[in-house]
């Protein structure tokens, strides 16, 4: 796309995290299945969940931790609790249900493990072992703030977790700025995944096309309203997908991102604007892609699915026709029956 019919990149980004916090309290007061057991201790001995197969190492079960009183009742339970396991000077918090193939999930911006629905999860589960996690400084993982955030270097952080985990060639499904930070993965470590799935993600440096700046500005106004921010997240019409959104928020409690967070991911953000290894890098990767988005997103332009989907050798594009930003949410079996037929095709076993 030629420089000038690119939209410039806002002074401000989305925060997933924003919408969630804002809608969640209220969520939780009119939960009946949300909640941390009080019966998670805290030792490295403790058995992985049920749900989940054995691909993690003895020597990466040593190394992992569990969170005190971080085990989800009620529809949640099957998550288990959240552990923590060392990744290069951090601690990641993560959690791992299901069977099957390995799945790692990489969630956007300043967003938790808690802002995945837990629909979404259940469905994924009984295709696949999954691993879902924080980035770092946000919920359960730690942070070290000597060094600037940077898409790559979470995206470093994704690919230490997978190797601190015993995961081999996992598929990796990742969203808004995960989305960026999955397509950094495929782009300079191709060889650490097995094929990736990015929903509501660009390429950054000069080709993507930005969010609108109102559109920006709304999303980060502290005078914009939990509905307001729904109907970012949403089409209009999509009213029992933004219901049933809210009420699944308030089935994990949420989940602490300080302002210094905030900021460095803002800060990491601005960054990606002006990088270019992943545009330039990822026409060298060979991994199957999927790139899904949904037509009516607002925080990102449909436009860079098709950027995207041309830079990459191995990538096919999927859009959502009634669909916004959250739209692996709105259409979830729509999207995991996508993501299931394609990683079968891709030789994902």
């Known amino acids: 796309m030629p420089a000038s019919h690119r939209t410039p990149r806002a002074l401000t980004r989305p925060r997933l995290a924003v919408a969630a916090a804002t809608v969640v309290l209220a969520a939780v007061a009119c ?6 057991s009080t019966g998670a201790s805290n030792t490295s001995s403790s058995k992985p969940s049920t749900h989940a197969t054995a691909t993690a190492t003895t020597a990466t079960t040593a190394a992992s931790a569990t969170v005190p009183r971080s085990a989800p009742t009620g529809k949640g339970a099957f998550l288990g609790p959240v552990r923590q ?9 993560y959690r791992q249900f299901g069977s099957g193939p390995d799945l790692v999930m990489v969630m956007g911006d300043t967003g938790t493990i808690s802002d995945w629905t837990v629909d979404l999860l259940s469905r994924l589960g ?31 952080d994704t690919v230490g977790l997978i190797k601190a985990l015993g995961l081999r060639h996992p598929a990796l499904l990742s969203w808004s700025m995960g989305g960026e930070i999955g397509l950094t ?27 609108p700046t109102a559109v920006a500005k709304e999303l980060n106004s502290p005078r914009t309203t939990g509905p307001q921010l729904m109907d970012l997240l949403f089409p209009a019409d999509a009213t029992a997908a933004r219901a049933a959104y809210i009420e699944q928020l308030g089935l994990i409690p949420p989940e602490k991102v300080g302002d210094e967070t905030l900021l460095r991911q803002y800060q ?7 990088f270019e290894g992943t545009w330039d890098k990822l026409p060298d990767s060979t991994i199957p892609m999927l790139i899904t988005n949904g037509s009516l997103d607002r925080i990102t332009p449909p436009g860079n699915a098709s ?13 959502f026709p009634d669909a916004g930003h959250a739209m692996l949410v709105q259409d ?14 891709s030789g994902v076993a």
């Open 185 to 211: 993965v495929a782009a300079l470590h191709p060889g650490a995944i097995s094929a990736l799935v990015s929903s509501g993600g660009d390429l950054g440096g000069s080709e993507a096309i930005n969010t």
């Open 85 to 93: 396991v060392p990744v290069d000077g951090i601690r990641i918090g």
């Open 268 to 274: 990491a953000g601005q960054a990606y604007e002006s």
């Open 31 to 36: 939960s009946s299945g949300g909640g941390y």
């Open 126 to 156: 009984r295709h696949y072992h999954v691993t879902i996690f924080d980035n770092r400084g946000v919920g359960y993982t730690t942070d070290d703030t000597s060094v600037p955030d940077t898409i790559p270097l979470m995206a470093d």
């Open 307 to 319: 950027i995207i989907t041309h830079r990459a050798k191995h990538a096919q594009r999927v859009m």
């Open 332 to 345: 979830a079996g729509r999207f995991v029956s996508l993501v299931t037929r394609f990683t079968k095709a």
